[in-house]
């Protein structure tokens, strides 16, 4: 106890020299600790020198002189602590620390025990980078020769004809023959890549390599294979597009046929037939032409990937040109929409016409229920009628002259479509035309007739009204006749009053003709004739009274004329004796004289007799 107690100053000072040493060592170990695991890719030359830099700087801390040093002083440092706690224990002052190297010493020990795992762990990382590097320096000239290759399979190549297509085929097929040639070389050294990074401490930088080469050598291989069918595409599309372009045009040409063989058809039932038939017919035209299109797109674009500049433009313009034919079938389906408004139209102009026949027959009808009614109508009631009806017909004429602009501004044939059901709708509306303007002159001549109707029928009253206003007392005077004149004044009054009774009569007669004359040139007279032919009854029945009287009267009249006269005659002879001078009254004549006076006086009495009855005397009685 008492020799390390004496010594020991002396032995921590030779150990501080050897510490110092030591302490660089493990800085330089934990420099190079740093370096290895420091984030940094490097070369593999640069890592090699890092690695035997730290392989060399671990064989230092390794040695076993330094390994003696370090249990040495381990064991310097224990005897101490043991010296000190005896002292304490025995109650004697501890002995005296020599210097302050011995914290130092501690700390040396402290760190180098520290220092020691991350060796150990660099050792395996070390090891395991070395490996990584090498492998990508077995990777390098693969990724070299794939990246080359890629860029073969992906460089810009242009074709303008299928001979161009198939040069650049045979070229690109021994591109793929290289890689089919490495592909082993490469699925090996990714097998033993992959087996590396499934090590513990495999660096991320690995993998990273190890998924840019797999990504590489599949995007070279994918695009190599996408090339090589590209090209093979291409050099089919060739035909596939002259092809398509010359079947679209063909059907281009179908459809505009198609189109120009559209006709108005004016048989109803045979143009629905016709539609139905042109629309399935321009829906197979419209499927194929967008099917072919399509076709010549999709080879265009084909085309285009592989075509320079100068065919990209010829190609392009082909496909627009093709695009622009391809409108037919726009103006196909507005063809059809058009052929279809047509027969929607022609469908409501037959409608049209239909309907303006049955208004004719309609306004026939009921012009002639105004021509012989069914039942007894005022001359007003007809004459209004009538109007309203030409008013009615008139409109109906307007109707007929607008719809007609419809058959001229749209409806109207063309060259081959002027068919017989075209010309019969044209018969059809000109026979509306023509049978409503006949209509409306009749109708009008109706209500101007109807109108004069109601002139003649005031006519016609006029002489009822006459005749209603003598006959009462004509007939009256009928029955009464004439009484017996006690006086040849009395008979010349009443012969006066019978001739005027004859003259009112024959009035009355020109009235009533003249109230027939004007009944008979109304349109309807039925009832005017009827009334006139009780009128002329009446008439005709005083009329013959007034004649039978007016010949009695005038035989009684004369009758008393000539007895007076003759009466007369006597008496002046008798009494003047105005014979002549030297005549002599001859009294056989006078006799003869006196007896005609008695019978005229004889039948005067008869005639007076027979005037007594009511009835107008019979003349052949008077004549008695």
Same mark, same amino acid.
């Not at 890629?150 to 074709?159: D, I, K, M, N």
């Not at 690995?206 to 070279?220: D, Q, Y």
């Not at 196909?332 to 022609?346: H, M």
């Not at 008393?560 to 005549?583: F, H, I, P, Y």
């Given at each position: 106890?008492?020799?390390?107690?004496?010594?020991?100053?002396?032995?921590? *000072?030779?150990?501080?020299?050897?510490?110092?040493?030591?302490?660089?060592?493990?800085?330089?170990?934990?420099?190079?600790?740093?370096?290895?695991?420091?984030?940094?890719?490097?070369?593999?030359?640069?890592?090699?020198?890092?690695?035997?830099?730290?392989?060399?700087?671990?064989?230092?801390?390794?040695?076993?002189?330094?390994?003696?040093?370090?249990?040495?002083?381990?064991?310097?440092?224990?005897?101490?602590?043991?010296?000190?706690?005896?002292?304490?224990?025995?109650?004697?002052?501890?002995?005296?620390?020599?210097?302050?190297?011995?914290?130092?010493?501690?700390?040396?020990?402290?760190?180098? !025990?520290?220092?020691?795992?991350?060796?150990?762990?660099?050792?395996?990382?070390?090891?395991?980078?070395?490996?990584?590097?090498?492998?990508?320096?077995?990777?390098?000239?693969?990724?070299?020769?794939?990246?080359?290759?890629?860029?073969?399979?992906?460089?810009?190549?242009?074709? *303008?004809?299928?001979?161009?297509?198939?040069?650049?085929?045979?070229?690109?097929?021994?591109?793929?023959?290289?890689?089919?040639?490495?592909?082993?070389?490469?699925?090996?050294?990714?097998?033993?890549?992959?087996?590396?990074?499934?090590?513990?401490?495999?660096?991320?930088?690995?993998?990273?390599?190890?998924?840019?080469?797999?990504?590489?050598?599949?995007?070279?291989?994918?695009?190599?294979?996408?090339?090589?069918?590209?090209?093979?595409?291409?050099?089919?599309?060739?035909?596939?597009? #002259?092809?398509?372009? #010359?079947?679209?045009?063909?059907?281009?040409?179908?459809?505009?046929?198609?189109?120009?063989?559209?006709?108005?058809?004016?048989?109803?039932?045979?143009?629905?037939?016709?539609?139905?038939?042109?629309?399935?017919?321009?829906?197979?035209?419209?499927?194929?032409? !967008?099917?072919?299109?399509?076709?010549?797109?999709?080879?265009?674009?084909?085309?285009?990937?592989?075509?320079?500049?100068?065919?990209?433009?010829?190609?392009?313009?082909?496909?627009?040109?093709?695009?622009?034919?391809?409108?037919?079938?726009?103006?196909?389906?507005?063809?059809?929409?058009?052929?279809?408004?047509?027969?929607?139209?022609?469908?409501?102009?037959?409608?049209?016409?239909?309907?303006?026949?049955?208004?004719?027959?309609?306004?026939?009808?009921?012009?002639?229920?105004?021509?012989?009614?069914?039942?007894?109508?005022?001359?007003?009631?007809?004459?209004?009628?009538?109007?309203?009806?030409?008013?009615?017909?008139?409109?109906?004429?307007?109707?007929?002259?607008?719809?007609?602009?419809?058959?001229?501004? *749209?409806?109207?044939?063309?060259?081959?479509?002027?068919?017989?059901?075209?010309?019969?709708?044209?018969?059809?509306?000109?026979?509306?035309?023509?049978?409503?303007?006949?209509?409306?002159?009749?109708?009008?001549?109706?209500?101007?007739?109807?109108?004069?109707?109601?002139?003649?029928?005031?006519?016609?009253?006029?002489?009822?009204?006459?005749?209603?206003?003598?006959?009462?007392?004509?007939?009256?005077?009928?029955?009464?006749?004439?009484?017996?004149?006690?006086?040849?004044?009395?008979?010349?009054?009443?012969?006066?009053?019978?001739?005027?009774?004859?003259?009112?009569?024959?009035?009355?007669?020109?009235?009533? !003709?003249?109230?027939?004359?004007?009944?008979?040139?109304?349109?309807?007279?039925?009832?005017?004739?009827?009334?006139?032919?009780?009128?002329?009854?009446?008439?005709?029945?005083?009329?013959?009274?007034?004649?039978?009287?007016?010949?009695?009267?005038?035989?009684?009249? *004369?009758?008393?004329?000539?007895?007076?006269?003759?009466?007369?005659?006597?008496?002046?002879?008798?009494?003047?004796? !105005?014979?002549?001078?030297?005549?002599?009254?001859?009294?056989?004549?006078?006799?003869?004289?006196?007896?005609?006076?008695?019978?005229?006086?004889?039948?005067?009495?008869?005639?007076?007799?027979?005037?007594?009855?009511?009835?107008?005397?019979?003349?052949?009685?008077?004549?008695?």
């Amino acid at each position: 106890m008492s020799f390390w107690q004496e010594n020991l100053p002396f032995i921590k *000072g030779f150990f501080d020299e050897r510490s110092t040493k030591f302490l660089e060592l493990m800085d330089n170990a934990e420099k190079s600790i740093e370096q290895v695991n420091a984030d940094q890719i490097y070369t593999s030359k640069q890592f090699k020198r890092i690695k035997d830099n730290f392989q060399n700087i671990v064989k230092n801390l390794e040695r076993q002189e330094v390994r003696d040093w370090l249990q040495n002083t381990r064991d310097i440092l224990t005897e101490e602590k043991k010296m000190i706690a005896a002292a304490e224990a025995a109650g004697e002052a501890p002995p005296k620390r020599g210097s302050s190297g011995d914290d130092k010493l501690a700390q040396i020990f402290a760190r180098f !025990e520290g220092l020691t795992p991350r060796v150990n762990e660099t050792k395996l990382v070390t090891d395991m980078l070395w490996k990584s590097y090498e492998f990508t320096d077995d990777l390098v000239p693969l990724m070299e020769f794939t990246t080359e290759q890629f860029g073969l399979a992906t460089r810009e190549v242009f074709s *303008g004809s299928v001979s161009q297509t198939e040069e650049i085929i045979e070229k690109h097929t021994k591109v793929m023959d290289k890689l089919d040639k490495k592909k082993k070389d490469v699925k090996d050294i990714i097998t033993k890549g992959e087996k590396l990074a499934g090590e513990a401490k495999a660096p991320a930088f690995l993998g990273e390599k190890l998924a840019e080469m797999k990504k590489l050598w599949s995007n070279t291989n994918d695009e190599a294979k996408q090339r090589l069918d590209d090209l093979r595409g291409n050099a089919g599309c060739w035909n596939t597009f #002259a092809e398509k372009c #010359a079947l679209l045009q063909t059907q281009v040409t179908t459809a505009q046929k198609q189109i120009d063989d559209v006709k108005k058809l004016y048989d109803m039932p045979r143009a629905k037939d016709d539609f139905k038939e042109r629309t399935d017919k321009a829906i197979s035209i419209k499927n194929d032409v !967008e099917k072919t299109f399509t076709a010549v797109t999709e080879a265009n674009k084909i085309l285009q990937v592989l075509a320079d500049d100068d065919v990209k433009v010829q190609l392009s313009q082909e496909v627009e040109d093709l695009k622009t034919a391809a409108e037919v079938s726009k103006a196909l389906d507005e063809k059809l929409a058009w052929l279809d408004g047509f027969n929607k139209d022609i469908i409501d102009y037959d409608k049209i016409c239909t309907d303006l026949e049955a208004i004719i027959a309609k306004d026939r009808k009921d012009l002639d229920g105004l021509i012989k009614p069914a039942a007894v109508m005022k001359s007003t009631d007809r004459l209004v009628s009538a109007m309203d009806l030409a008013d009615d017909i008139r409109g109906q004429e307007e109707i007929a002259t607008v719809k007609q602009q419809l058959w001229d501004q *749209g409806l109207a044939p063309e060259g081959k479509e002027n068919t017989a059901e075209a010309k019969e709708f044209v018969k059809r509306m000109t026979d509306v035309a023509s049978k409503l303007s006949a209509l409306v002159k009749e109708a009008d001549g109706e209500a101007a007739k109807y109108g004069q109707d109601i002139v003649l029928m005031a006519a016609f009253n006029n002489a009822q009204k006459t005749f209603a206003a003598w006959i009462a007392g004509a007939e009256a005077k009928c029955k009464t006749g004439y009484g017996s004149p006690n006086s040849i004044e009395e008979s010349t009054v009443m012969v006066a009053d019978c001739k005027a009774w004859k003259e009112m009569c024959e009035k009355v007669c020109t009235s009533l !003709e003249a109230g027939k004359a004007s009944a008979l040139k109304m349109t309807l007279h039925d009832e005017q004739d009827k009334l006139y032919t009780e009128m002329k009854a009446r008439w005709t029945e005083v009329d013959k009274s007034c004649k039978e009287w007016t010949i009695k009267l005038e035989e009684l009249s *004369g009758m008393w004329t000539k007895q007076t006269e003759m009466l007369n005659k006597v008496t002046s002879t008798m009494v003047t004796g !105005e014979a002549g001078a030297g005549e002599q009254v001859n009294l056989n004549e006078l006799d003869a004289q006196m007896e005609q006076i008695k019978d005229m006086f004889v039948k005067k009495q008869e005639m007076m007799k027979k005037m007594s009855s009511v009835a107008a005397p019979d003349p052949a009685q008077l004549a008695v």
